[in-house]
């Protein structure tokens, strides 16, 4: 509990860099589903970027927060975004782009984070030793004005690529299973379907033999590199 106490400051930024980086990723998928012809996201208010209208009280606030606890990145989910395939212009490929739209608005936004962060860098000498100090001990490791917030941005861009990353698990219902689905052919896409009922069954499977964090460890790896060399 101790150990939670003093990692407290620095959970608390890390999920408001998720509850950022979620409304962003939910709002993509409303935003081309209406572009594709189906208004059912803007009708219920989700094309927006208040995190109040995406929580799922497990996946956006119980997960992360477990994740967060003992020190693993965050990751989570939010209410799905809904969408009606018939009101689609293409009903077979349409329903992927929509889905792939969460995903590329994260890696967009991880993309603007980090050139700001690479600004940061070179305008910063300090840049370094702070954003190292923060990752060794915490959000609390580094003072100064520009400590919380170099790792409010690093929080943002790391959260935002794990995010595009897990999203794109071929495992329903993630998004990387509607493009899958696109690609099957009818008789095999309805058993594809089938298999969302055990999504978060295999998806906890990967937390718990650690082979999601072999699959995200290499662009949070990249990520320090960037930042770090």
């Known amino acids: 509990?101790?150990?939670?106490?003093?990692?407290?400051?620095?959970?608390?930024?890390?999920?408001?860099?998720?509850?950022?980086?979620?409304?962003?990723?939910?709002?993509?998928?409303?935003?081309?589903a209406e572009r594709l012809g189906d208004?059912?996201?803007?009708?219920l208010g989700r094309i927006t970027l208040n995190p109040l209208k995406h929580i799922d009280p497990i996946g956006t606030v119980l997960f992360p927060l477990m994740l967060a606890a003992i020190g693993a990145p965050i990751i989570g989910w939010a209410k799905p975004v809904p969408f009606v395939s018939r009101n689609l212009r293409n009903p077979r490929r349409d329903p992927a782009?929509?889905?792939?739209?969460?995903?590329?608005?994260?890696?967009?936004?991880a993309v603007v984070v980090t050139a700001v962060l690479l600004v940061v860098k070179a305008l910063f000498p300090p840049f370094r030793a702070v954003l190292s100090a923060m990752l060794e001990h915490g959000a609390l490791g580094a003072t100064g004005i520009a400590a919380p917030l170099i790792y409010l941005l690093f929080s943002l861009a790391m959260i935002n690529i794990v995010l595009c990353v897990f999203?794109?698990?071929?495992?329903?219902?993630?998004?990387?299973?509607?493009?899958v689905g696109a690609?099957?052919?009818?008789?095999?896409?309805?058993?594809?379907?089938?298999?969302?009922?055990?999504?978060?069954?295999?998806?906890?499977?990967?937390?718990?033999?650690?082979?999601?964090?072999?699959?995200?460890?290499?662009?949070?790896?990249?990520?320090?590199?960037?930042?770090?060399?």
Do not use: C, K
């Open 1 to 32: 509990m101790e150990s939670f106490v003093v990692r407290l400051p620095e959970i608390v930024i890390q999920l408001l860099a998720f509850a950022v980086a979620i409304s962003v990723h939910e709002s993509a998928h409303g935003w081309v």
């Open 39 to 43: 208004p059912t996201a803007r009708w």
């Open 97 to 109: 782009l929509v889905g792939l739209a969460g995903p590329a608005s994260n890696l967009a936004l």
């Open 167 to 179: 999203n794109l698990i071929p495992i329903p219902p993630l998004d990387g299973s509607h493009v």
């Open 183 to 229: 690609l099957l052919p009818p008789a095999w896409h309805w058993r594809w379907v089938q298999l969302e009922r055990y999504g978060f069954l295999l998806i906890f499977a990967l937390l718990w033999t650690g082979l999601l964090n072999i699959v995200l460890r290499p662009f949070v790896t990249g990520l320090l590199w960037i930042l770090l060399s």
